[in-house]
């Protein structure tokens, strides 16, 4: 159940985003996409944390957040813009745009689980020796 769990809200998640940037009725710069991305991320960790817990490693946990991270990243790619970047030139360079922010997005999940675990979101990992 927890794997769906997760694949269920991020779909819910993946129809916000969708419908939200619809709504707007234009492309959006980069830097806006990726902030949507960063609360994807976000989101997708603490639905991760919250459905499965500790019934994977931490590898494969991650594993799981990139898979639905790029589901989110596919749809946001198609309504970026780079100003000053003509707007044919950004549709032949959308699956760089997309490996740039799964590479950030990457390193992204790492910094914010670590930021959980230091705030106390997620339980704090135990130090080397102790139980």
């Known amino acids: 159940m927890g794997i769906e769990k997760v694949k269920l809200e991020?779909?819910?998640l993946l129809e916000k985003?969708?419908?939200?940037?619809?709504s707007l009725g234009k492309r959006v710069p980069l830097s806006s996409a990726w902030c949507v991305v960063q609360e994807a991320?976000?989101?997708?960790?603490?639905?991760?944390?919250?459905n499965i817990g500790n019934r994977y490693a931490?590898?494969?946990?991650?594993?799981l957040a990139m898979a639905?991270?790029?589901?989110?990243?596919?749809?946001?790619?198609a309504f970026i813009y780079i100003?000053?970047?003509?707007?044919?030139?950004?549709?032949?360079?959308?699956k760089y745009i997309k490996m740039?922010?799964?590479?950030v997005a990457d390193g992204s999940i790492d910094a914010i689980v670590s930021t959980f675990h230091e705030v106390g979101v997620f339980?704090?990992?135990?130090k080397e020796g102790e139980e």
């Open 10 to 12: 991020t779909q819910e």
């Open 17 to 22: 985003i969708q419908a939200s940037l619809k």
């Open 41 to 50: 991320v976000a989101s997708t960790v603490l639905s991760i944390e919250r």
């Open 58 to 63: 931490g590898a494969e946990k991650k594993a």
């Open 68 to 77: 639905r991270i790029e589901r989110i990243v596919d749809v946001i790619v």
């Open 83 to 94: 100003p000053y970047v003509p707007l044919w030139i950004n549709s032949l360079i959308a």
């Open 100 to 103: 740039f922010l799964m590479q």
């Open 123 to 126: 339980e704090p990992k135990s």
